[in-house]
């Protein structure tokens, strides 16, 4: 689904690389509105998979895409995400949204799917901020920052039975 000029309200606030670890460290409620096959794939630790096109309408917008373009995709994803659809679809996001005061929304790359779910959810009442460059850019930090902390400090492997005395192990380690 992409956005189109009859969707109303105005842009949705992004939050870009700068806030992600803030947010991560936070533990900030996200929306993952990709699929559910995408999200079955990977997401962020803690987020909810609330999708704007299920699996079954993601493929339909695909094989449209693939055969008559993006403007003929987009008009059939808003056709797919209609009426009572499109209604139970923005009640689930603002029932989270409501339940988790900070979220945030996201989709693959943070552009047409989560930025339509946000403006849908401001024009509901409950406005959310949208990551900039979605689950691809929050990815990308996250291995970043795991790629810095390998390089800056050893990493160590433990493995073992249960009941081996792992756990004491790593609180000594962290103790220091």
Not at 89 to 116: E, N, Q, T
Request: hydrophobic letters at 45%; proline letters at 6%; glycine letters at 12%.
């Amino acid at each position: 689904i992409g956005m189109s000029p009859a969707v109303g309200g105005g842009a949705p606030e992004l939050v870009g690389e700068p806030e992600f670890r803030r947010l991560l460290l936070a533990g900030t409620p996200f929306i993952d509105v990709r699929a559910e096959v995408e999200f079955a794939r990977g997401s962020i630790p803690g987020a909810v998979n609330l999708p704007i096109l299920n699996t079954a309408e993601r493929e339909q917008v695909g094989r449209c895409y693939k055969r008559r373009g993006q403007d003929e995709a987009v008009a059939l994803g808003h056709r797919l995400v209609s009426g009572p659809v499109r209604e139970a679809r923005i009640d689930d996001w603002r029932a989270f949204a409501d339940a988790h005061a900070r979220c945030h929304v996201f989709c693959w790359r943070g552009g047409m799917r989560s930025g339509l779910a946000a403006r849908w959810m401001a024009e509901a009442g409950r406005p959310v901020p949208v990551i900039a460059g979605g689950y691809k850019a929050l990815r990308r930090f996250l291995m970043q920052v795991t790629a810095t902390a390998a390089a800056e400090r050893p990493l160590v492997l433990v493995a073992g039975r249960t009941g081996a005395g792992k756990t004491p192990l790593i609180a000594a380690l962290a103790s220091g």
